[in-house]
C-alpha cells in the first residue's frame, strides 16, 4: 500500500489545489520528471537513478543504470512505460544520452561525449523519434544537437546557424525545462551565466534567432531555469539566482509573441528563484523551486505562492491528465487536485 502523506490544501475563491507526498523508492536527489498519462510517470537523479510508476504513484520502482552509478541524470523523456530516453551531465564523456526500450531493464548508451569541452544540459523531444539537446557554449556557440531516428544517431547543429553566445552561456540543467518544444517544428532554450536569453527555431533548428529577456542575469548563477509554451505564441520563462532562494526580483518574464520579444510579469511574482515552470492552461501555470510551489490563473501576470515545500522540476503528462513534482531525498509529489471556478 502506498504511503501518502498531505503537504499541503490551499483554497481560495478561485483554485483549490493539493500536493500529495509518493513513496518513490529512493533517498535520492531528484532533478527531472516526465509524465506520459496519469498512471505512467519517470523521474531520474542523481547517482545514476530514475525511478518509475504505471499506477499513478502507489507504487515506484526506483533504480540504477548499470556502470552509471556516478552519473548525474538532470532530464528525462518518456513515451510510455518502456520507451524513454535519460541524459547525464558532466564535462566530456560524463554527458551521455541513454534509452530504454524495456521499462528500464535494460540500457543502450546512444551518446557519449567525446570533447572534454562539451557540458550537456538538457533535451526535449517533439515525439518519439525527433529531438533535441542543448550544452554549454563551446568556442563562441551553444552546442546543439538533434536527432530524427529515436536517438540512434545524434548530429551536432552546424555552430555558424546559431547565433554568438555568450562567453560560458548555457541552459541551466536544473530542471529538465530550460529547453521545451511545440507543435512539429518549434523549439526554445532559455540560457542564463551572466545573460538571460531565449534562443528559438521555427525549423527543428536549422535556423536560430535569440532574444534579451528582463530576467536577473547579475553573475554566473542567475538567468533563465525554464522554459515554457502555452501553443506557439505565449511563453514564460522563470528563475533568478539559485544562490538566492528568497529573492524575488526579475524572476518571471512573458512573452506573446512566440518568444521575439519578453517583458516582466507585471503583478505579484513567485516567492522566491524558481527552476521549473508548466502551464495547466493558457491562464493557470504551476511554478516550484527549493522554497515552494506558486500559482498563476491569469496568464504568468501575478503570482500566490501555496505552500513552502522546495521540488527542483515539475511535469505535466503528455496528454494532459496529471501533474507532477521531484526534488531532494527522493521527493515525488502528485498534483492530485484543480479547480478552476
Given at each position: 500500500m502506498m504511503k501518502i502523506l498531505l503537504l499541503f490544501l490551499f483554497a481560495s475563491a478561485t483554485v483549490q489545489a493539493q500536493w500529495f507526498y509518493q513513496e518513490g523508492g529512493t533517498t535520492e536527489r531528484l532533478r527531472a520528471v516526465s509524465a506520459v498519462n496519469d498512471s505512467i510517470v519517470w523521474a531520474s537523479g542523481n547517482h545514476g537513478t530514475f525511478t518509475r510508476t504505471t499506477d499513478g504513484g502507489r507504487s515506484w520502482i526506483a533504480s540504477h543504470v548499470a556502470g552509471g552509478d556516478s552519473l548525474d541524470f538532470r532530464d528525462i523523456e518518456a513515451f510510455d512505460a518502456n520507451t524513454v530516453y535519460l541524459l547525464s551531465i558532466g564535462p566530456g564523456k560524463r554527458s551521455r544520452i541513454y534509452k530504454s526500450i524495456d521499462g528500464g531493464s535494460s540500457w543502450i548508451l546512444q551518446f557519449a561525449g567525446s570533447d572534454a569541452k562539451l557540458f550537456l544540459d538538457e533535451f526535449a523531444f517533439w515525439d518519439s523519434m525527433n529531438g533535441m539537446a542543448v550544452g554549454d557554449e563551446i568556442d563562441g556557440h551553444?552546442?546543439?544537437?538533434?536527432?530524427?531516428?529515436?536517438?540512434?544517431?545524434?548530429?551536432?547543429?552546424?555552430?555558424?546557424?546559431?547565433?554568438?553566445?555568450?562567453?560560458?552561456?548555457?541552459?541551466?540543467?536544473?530542471?529538465?525545462?530550460?529547453?521545451t518544444v511545440e507543435g512539429t517544428s518549434n523549439v526554445w532554450i532559455g540560457t542564463g551565466v551572466k545573460t538571460a536569453r531565449v534562443f528559438r527555431s521555427t525549423d527543428r533548428g536549422q535556423t536560430w534567432n535569440v532574444a534579451v529577456t528582463p530576467l536577473m542575469n547579475e553573475n554566473e548563477t542567475s538567468g533563465i531555469f525554464s522554459v515554457a509554451f502555452c501553443g506557439a505564441k505565449k511563453g514564460i520563462v522563470v528563475g533568478g539566482d539559485y544562490q538566492k532562494v528568497s529573492a524575488t526580483h526579475a524572476n518571471v518574464a512573458l512573452s506573446n509573441d512566440g518568444g521575439i520579444t519578453w517583458k516582466l510579469a507585471p503583478g505579484s511574482p513567485p516567492a522566491g528563484f524558481r527552476s521549473a515552470v508548466i502551464y495547466v492552461s493558457c491562464d493557470y501555470l504551476i511554478t516550484v523551486g527549493p522554497s515552494g510551489t506558486d500559482f498563476s490563473t491569469d496568464g504568468g501576470k501575478s503570482w500566490k505562492q501555496i505552500d513552502m515545500i522546495g521540488y527542483h522540476a515539475v511535469g505535466r503528462a503528455r496528454d494532459g491528465k496529471g501533474i507532477w513534482a521531484v526534488g531532494e531525498g527522493g521527493r515525488i509529489g502528485h498534483y492530485v487536485d484543480l479547480i478552476v471556478r
Open positions: 551553444l552546442f546543439l544537437m538533434r536527432t530524427t531516428d529515436g536517438g540512434l544517431h545524434w548530429s551536432q547543429i552546424p555552430p555558424a546557424s546559431i547565433p554568438k553566445a555568450h562567453p560560458g552561456e548555457g541552459a541551466f540543467a536544473a530542471s529538465g525545462s530550460g529547453i
